[in-house]
């Protein structure tokens, strides 16, 4: 009893259609659009069952329309897996299999479906029932393992017994000679290696290793990008790795030279090579790395959270000698020297951690994208420690303002000349006017200065012209949105809205603030003019955002150590000094009070503060020490009474309910005698 095959639900190839096109009805059309893989495997399967005659398969494409616009090679492939499909059904009969072999030819011969598709697609013994191929279907099952086995497995095997030494050096010879050769001879350098290649048997992957060598060591080659894309990128990655890997071998001591980063990194900025793919090389692991660092952080935290803790363990001579009277000195180094002892134990990390080495490479190669991408990977590590990431990272802050800083002092210059009612150089002006005054800044400054983060103290004069940039850039958008229909600066043309422009400027300035102005003042010592220029930037700013900046401050970096011993240090001090503060020493000690607080305001103010709540009679001398501070250090101490006012938890009357609390009193009489004095023009 012969099998047949399961029947096939006919949605399209109706019996109606088949009696057509068996006629040979010529205008017979149907009447709706069909979907073509559908229809072909009914119309095949139709054709192999022997109800529709191998012939009439054209009148049947003929009369269709197709949903979707098929092409001929569409309808094609369609055909071969139609028919590859069917040739695998084992239950068959033999019948069906002869009309699909009869099918297959006919498609062939009717040059409907290629004969290349067929044999890629189809089981070599229907190949071979079908007269498709020339040998036996057994015979080419073997050929074709031992083709895949060539093509795929075996390893294409380089005889360096057969390697001349003379290619190689004929090789070194040309790229040493090409070093200082324009870029429009590399064409010609590139054909002179493809030959050295050939005639002397030199190894591909050999001959790459020997140009990114070359280029190590002289990245500044003007041929270097345009001999790389020569050489396969899959190979690259592999074999930079194995360069990686030696450095970490325990019987090499060397570190790695920063010329192989600067390779990586310029490699991977041209998108030759895959960021991951060269990562996976480089140890230590960034598990490992984390684990090591947490430790070395924690112990640190500790020392600095040990500043002014009282030692109970000392004698009371040692008392004594600490409170002497006039022994009274402030440290304003403190928090610097820990930090320098610290970046001191960490100078052998950075040479021995790859991934740090590989961030200074991106650094140095201006490659902001991919150095952004690993400063969010390592920030536990907080990598702008590092004295040399710390300047790389500083270099490229400076390259990017450094055309809007050349607007802002410009247009300070000018306005500085003419205010003054001085004359102003004619070509200046002219240069001004022509420039313009529109500060625009890109948002990766924004990311770099995030980065640095309170390091940014390392460089003062840096520090200062990134405030005096922010100004402008932040004034620019203000002007923009108060101009309405004016043009702000005839050079510039911005496109977008104003508003939603000042909206993004806003949000950049408090986060810049919040990350790294701020934090960065409590590290410089007592420098007023650092103070004042961030006060520049400030001001611009209502009092609402000010006061959540200076909030956010003081939380934010009680998990950076040295800013922590900055703090301890300037708390310790600023207690001490209000112990010997009296009418005698005000001039000397007042001026010691303003040098502590120009660097930690908050923390000194607020000390000052909680002092006068307990100790009325400190009001006086206090408020003739406040004559030294700063326009930042006055806003900072609205805030702190302010914060102190609205603090809960303490009653603001005495027991009897009539009279006011002691520490309500005492705040009130600092902030009445405070007003006396003139500000001048705060």
């Not at 041209?270 to 960021?275: A, T, W």
């Not at 000195?329 to 403190?334: E, H, N, P, R, S």
């Not at 890109?442 to 922010?470: H, I, N, S």
Request: aromatic share 10%.
């Amino acid at each position: 009893m012969s099998m047949s095959l399961p029947p096939v639900e006919r949605a399209y190839v109706r019996e109606d259609c088949v009696r057509e096109w068996k006629n040979g009805t010529s205008n017979f059309k149907l009447a709706d659009p069909v979907p073509m893989l559908r229809f072909l495997y009914e119309l095949c399967s139709t054709m192999v069952s022997g109800e529709l005659p191998l012939q009439k398969c054209k009148a049947a494409l003929d009369s269709v329309e197709f949903s979707d616009k098929v092409s001929d090679e569409e309808l094609a492939s369609s055909f071969a897996d139609i028919v590859t499909q069917l040739s695998q059904d084992i239950r068959m009969p033999g019948e069906h299999r002869a009309r699909l072999i009869k099918l297959a030819k006919w498609l062939v011969e009717s040059s409907l479906v290629p004969l290349r598709l067929f044999q890629e697609r189809c089981e070599e013994e229907f190949l071979w029932e079908a007269e498709m191929i020339k040998i036996k279907a057994q015979e080419l099952k073997s050929k074709e393992v031992r083709v895949n086995t060539r093509l795929l497995y075996q390893q294409t095997k380089f005889n360096l017994l057969r390697e001349e030494s003379e290619g190689y050096a004929k090789l070194v010879t040309l790229l040493c000679q090409n070093s200082e050769t324009s870029s429009h001879n590399a064409a010609a350098t590139i054909g002179i290696i493809k030959s050295l290649i050939g005639h002397f048997d030199l190894d591909p992957n050999h001959v790459f290793d020997i140009v990114l060598e070359y280029f190590e060591l002289q990245p500044d080659s003007n041929v270097f990008l345009e001999l790389i894309p020569i050489f396969p990128k899959s190979h690259a990655s592999q074999i930079l790795g194995f360069k990686f890997q030696y450095y970490q071998r325990l019987e090499v001591n060397s570190p790695v030279p920063f010329g192989l980063y600067k390779l990586t990194a310029l490699l991977v900025k041209e998108e030759f090579i895959d960021l991951d793919s060269i990562y996976a090389h480089l140890l230590p692991k960034d598990d490992e790395a984390f684990e090591h660092y947490s430790a070395f952080s924690s112990k640190r935290l500790d020392e600095a959270n040990k500043i002014g803790k009282i030692n109970l363990a000392a004698t009371g001579k040692d008392l004594m000698d600490d409170e002497k009277q006039g022994d009274v000195t402030i440290d304003l180094f403190a928090a610097l020297d820990m930090e320098t002892e610290a970046v001191g134990e960490r100078s052998t990390e950075c040479e021995n951690n790859q991934t740090l080495g590989l961030l200074t490479g991106f650094l140095s190669v201006n490659d902001w994208y991919h150095a952004h991408l690993l400063f969010e990977r390592l920030s536990p590590l907080h990598p702008v420690e590092h004295i040399q990431i710390c300047n790389s990272l500083f270099r490229l802050i400076e390259k990017t303002i450094s055309s809007a800083y050349d607007t802002v002092r410009r247009a300070h210059l000018l306005s500085f000349g003419s205010s003054s009612g001085t004359s102003v150089d004619v070509i200046h002006t002219e240069n001004s006017s022509r420039h313009g005054s529109f500060v625009d800044l890109p948002k990766e400054l924004f990311q770099m200065l995030a980065c640095a983060g309170p390091y940014l103290y390392r460089d003062t004069l840096l520090l200062q012209k990134v405030c005096r940039v922010l100004r402008g850039y932040y004034s620019s958008a203000l002007d923009l949105v108060s101009s309405g229909e004016r043009v702000v600066d005839p050079s510039y043309v911005f496109v977008g809205n104003p508003r939603l422009h000042l909206k993004e400027a806003k949000s950049r300035i408090e986060e810049a603030l919040g990350t790294c102005l701020l934090p960065s003042l409590q590290l410089v010592p007592a420098n007023p003019a650092v103070g004042q220029e961030i006060w520049e930037v400030m001001s611009l700013l209502p009092y609402e955002v000010r006061y959540r900046l200076y909030g956010e401050w003081e939380k934010e970096d009680e998990r950076i150590p040295m800013v922590l011993a900055a703090r301890q240090t300037a708390k310790l001090d600023t207690r001490r000094i209000l112990k010997r503060l009296a009418k005698e020493n005000l001039k000397q000690l007042g001026r010691m009070v303003a040098k502590l607080a120009h660097a930690n305001p908050m923390t000194v103010l607020r000390t000052i503060v909680h002092q006068i709540e307990a100790y009325r009679d400190m009001i006086t001398p206090v408020v003739d020490a406040f004559k030294y501070l700063t326009q930042l250090e006055y806003d900072v101490l609205e805030y702190v009474v302010i914060e102190r006012l609205a603090q809960g938890g303490r009653d603001k009357l005495k027991e009897d309910g009539l009279n006011v609390s002691d520490w309500l009193q005492s705040l009130a009489s600092f902030w009445g005698h405070l007003l006396a004095w003139d500000w001048g023009n705060y």
